[in-house]
């Protein structure tokens, strides 16, 4: 399911602002996404998670895509289908989903990799992208992808990462912290309370 939530959000003393978020979104779009190169960004490989998994994720959960829009010349497709055009669309995409589930059981079943296996399911999976970023990264992310003639999809994603991040309220950070996504409580503690020892021209030094 599309959708998007703010890991830690950060201000540095001088204004600058740091937000990570985890972004999930279709698999076929997760290329356009990875155009935006102002922001630090991670996301799940196929090739780390059993085939089964997998195959069970676009059985119970595959992307199907929003609107079914008509072709055109063009990046942006033209007006929907009809309702009836639209039906058999969906019913042509689970299908090439169904053929795709057992050709990929078929080659798990000859010893294939996951690596190549995994590959064949991709177009009905969702991934979820770590994503770290300032001010500007995200303005011009939302600026382009928030728009009319984005991709649904991607727009959809674009547009549950804005809402995220416009309803967060960024930690204040002082000069010398770290914007540390997933670490709290004790850890976070320890990592200000860490001390190293090193040696130059018979000196010891701790920082």
């Given at each position: ?98 053929n795709a589930v057992t050709q990929a059981r078929t080659l798990a079943a ?30 011009h992310f939302f600026a382009l992808r928030c728009h009319p003639a984005a ?39 320890a990592t200000y309370n860490w001390q190293v020892q090193f040696t130059v ?7």
């Open positions: 399911m599309i959708g998007a939530r703010v890991i830690l959000d950060s201000v540095q003393p001088d204004g600058i602002r740091l937000t990570t978020m985890e972004i999930t979104l279709p698999r076929v779009v997760l290329a356009e996404f990875n155009t935006h190169r102002a922001f630090s960004r991670n996301s799940a490989s196929s090739r780390a998670i059993p085939v089964d998994k997998m195959i069970q994720r676009v059985l119970d959960d595959p992307f199907i895509p929003s609107e079914w829009g008509s072709n055109k010349p063009g990046m942006q497709a033209g007006e929907p289908l009809s309702q009836a055009a639209s039906d058999v669309a969906r019913y042509v995409w689970l299908t090439a989903r169904d000859h010893g294939v990799h996951k690596q190549i296996v995994n590959r064949l399911i991709e177009p009905w999976l969702f991934t979820t992208v770590l994503v770290t970023g300032t001010d500007d990264a995200y303005r991709q649904p999809e991607i727009r959809m994603a674009a547009e549950a990462a804005q809402d995220a991040r416009f309803g967060s309220e960024p930690r204040a950070l002082d000069y010398g912290e770290w914007h540390m996504p997933y670490v709290s409580g004790e850890d976070w503690e021209g018979g000196s010891t030094w701790e920082v």
